[in-house]
């Protein structure tokens, strides 16, 4: 079935550092992809989106590519922050008429300074 | 400011007690939905509303109850609650089913059955 894969945490780097976490999918048809932020004690943001194969979403240095060949959709950052320190997911939105999410199970990511 | 607006923040309940999560936007969305988080499981979708008064199942809707009588409510009521249903639960709204339109999540709610 449709499903979506990302890596499991936590992560922890130092302030500064390269970013990537991991999102791989499956599913039939075309979904679209998302990143989603969850700040301790708030509910999920949405960080960025690509609706179709090559697109790129960013937002606040982040970057994803959606990677059909791959079925891929990769977070990335050059240099993060401690502000950055949060759980983030990744979804897909299905084709056919269908207008719910799979997500992924989160990966937690803590920024030391 | 506008927004999607959930109440309480937290809950403590007991085993066998009913107990209504409570969901409000501002938007006039259409689209509601109802997910719980739980450790190791990310998020799951109980149910959810395509427009008032039309409802339908997620994947994990036993035991709980949902209505739409008003595009801006969204109610969750646990008829009997039970261990199982101590989560932290999220509402959340889409403006139309287009593929590219995210979700606008609530603050959550984390309900305790003890």
């Known amino acids: 079935g449709d499903s979506v894969t990302q890596m499991e945490g936590p992560v922890t780097l130092s302030e500064e550092a390269f970013l990537t976490i991991n999102c791989t999918y499956t599913?039939?048809?075309?979904?679209?992809l998302f990143w989603y932020v969850q700040y301790p004690g708030e509910g999920l943001q949405l960080l960025l989106k690509a609706t179709k194969a090559d697109d790129k979403g960013s937002n606040k240095g982040f970057e994803a590519t959606y990677r059909k060949e791959t079925t891929s959709f990769h977070l990335e950052k050059g240099s993060v922050q401690v502000s950055d320190s949060a759980v983030y997911f990744c979804a897909l939105s299905l084709t056919s008429g269908t207008y719910k999410y799979i997500f992924g199970t989160g990966t937690r990511l803590k920024v030391l300074a | 400011d506008a927004g999607i607006t959930q109440s309480p923040r937290y809950k403590i309940t007991e085993t066998g007690r009913q107990v209504t999560l409570m969901c409000h936007q501002t938007w006039s969305h259409s689209y509601m939905f109802w997910y719980r988080q739980d450790l190791g499981h990310g998020l799951r979708l109980i149910y959810y509303?395509?427009?008032?008064?039309?409802?339908d199942k997620g994947e994990v809707p036993d035991g709980y109850v949902v209505s739409r009588s008003k595009t801006e409510n969204f109610p969750l009521t646990l008829e009997s609650a039970t261990r199982s249903q101590t989560s932290v639960y999220f509402c959340?709204?889409?403006?139309?089913?287009?593929?590219?339109?995210?979700?606008?999540f609530g603050s959550g709610t984390r309900l305790t059955v003890v």
């Open positions: 599913a039939t048809g075309y979904p679209s």
């Open positions: 509303s395509a427009a008032a008064d039309i409802t």
């Open positions: 959340a709204s889409k403006l139309d089913d287009a593929l590219g339109y995210g979700y606008t």
